[in-house]
């Protein structure tokens, strides 16, 4: 099978390029030039520069295409609304217009657990109604994601939605990565009690989860949640990566309200000086962090087979020593030894 995949040139494109390729794929990849497009295309994989936001670059890629894979995304950045809307919402149209246009068999979109609102008092299924927190990334994410519901409905899209939970794994410097830094610089604070639920996924899971959504005729025109329902609380998160990458755990906690509004008032007061500027505090990062976050799975037990294997706590066992072997330098008397 021919497949395409938008911003196959991140974290989780990566991941799932490999992972096609292993199973007998040809990938083709469209993305931006960067440095790990250089690995890729060492792998063989054909690889297109370009920019979902223009549609004339889509056409080509598409061409012979039988599955197509849509995970370019804004995120983790601060930008304006309007910066966002273009690439999560108008690019994910122009992807999914190419799609049917060339005649592509199967799209597979990424959306984010996010749309659902967080620190709801039931673990969220697909049927519940879209209603992210007011910050670019959370709206523009469900925006996309009702786009092609509808152009699944309108147009016949032969689409399937996936919103998946945190990803982490080796190569994530922007989830465990960032709390790793956090930590060893002693910079790291429990956000309230510390006993929420912080709905994480390991990478393996969620290709996992891509590649059963691509080849079950039975997912088109439907939606899943992928991640894991075996979650480890914020303070037993925090303290595993603490342990794996020999950092203090956090001792400070901080109310989840008092941090909340310090946040508001951060993003006002960047919004009101420096709009490119990011926050210190961000309501986005307090509620990941902070509220009660879970997202049931059983649609994708049920019908796609989906199942997690590797627990939390693995996973971050794995990550951290990706991070240790990029960032943490050993010892110079164990380098001496070991020479």
Not at 130 to 145: C, F, I, Q, R
Not at 331 to 338: F, G, I, K, R
Request: glycine residues 10%; hydrophobic residues 45%.
């Amino acid at each position: 099978m021919n497949v395409l995949v938008t911003g196959g040139g991140g974290f989780l494109g990566q991941h799932l390029v490999v992972a096609l390729q292993e199973r007998g794929d040809a990938v083709r990849v469209l993305d931006r030039p960067s440095p790990s497009m250089e690995r890729l295309e060492q792998r063989g994989v054909e690889f297109y520069a370009g920019d979902i936001c223009e549609p004339a670059s889509l056409t080509e890629p598409m061409q012979g295409v039988h599955a197509l894979v849509h995970l370019a995304a804004m995120s983790a950045v601060w930008a304006p609304m309007e910066e966002y809307h273009a690439i999560n919402v108008t690019g994910t149209e122009n992807v999914c217009r190419a799609a049917l246009t060339a005649g592509v068999e199967r799209v597979i979109h990424i959306s984010s657990w996010t749309v659902y609102g967080m620190g709801l008092k039931h673990p969220a299924r697909e049927d519940f109604p879209l209603a992210p927190l007011n910050e670019p990334y959370s709206v523009t994410k469900a925006l996309g994601d009702r786009l092609v519901q509808r152009m699944i409905l309108e147009e016949g899209l032969p689409a399937t939605i996936i919103r998946p939970d945190t990803i982490f794994g080796p190569g994530d410097s922007v989830h465990v990565g960032r709390m790793s830094d956090r930590l060893r610089a002693g910079r790291s604070i429990i956000v309230g009690s510390g006993r929420n639920a912080m709905p994480f996924v390991y990478v393996a899971d969620i290709v996992q989860g891509l590649l059963v959504a691509l080849d079950r005729p039975e997912a088109v025109g439907q939606a899943y949640n992928i991640g894991n329902d075996q979650l480890l609380t914020q303070e037993q998160l925090l303290r595993a990566i603490a342990e794996e990458i020999g950092a203090p755990p956090p001792r400070l906690r901080v109310p989840y309200s008092a941090l909340y509004a310090a946040a508001y008032l951060a993003e006002r007061a960047v919004l009101l000086t420096d709009a490119r500027r990011k926050p210190l505090l961000t309501r986005l990062g307090v509620t990941i962090f902070g509220a009660d976050n879970r997202h049931a799975i059983d649609k994708a037990r049920r019908e796609l087979g989906y199942s997690p294997a590797v627990p939390v706590r693995e996973g971050i066992r794995r990550a951290a020593a990706w991070y240790r072997g990029e960032f943490i330098s050993p010892e110079p008397a164990l380098v001496a030894a070991s020479g």
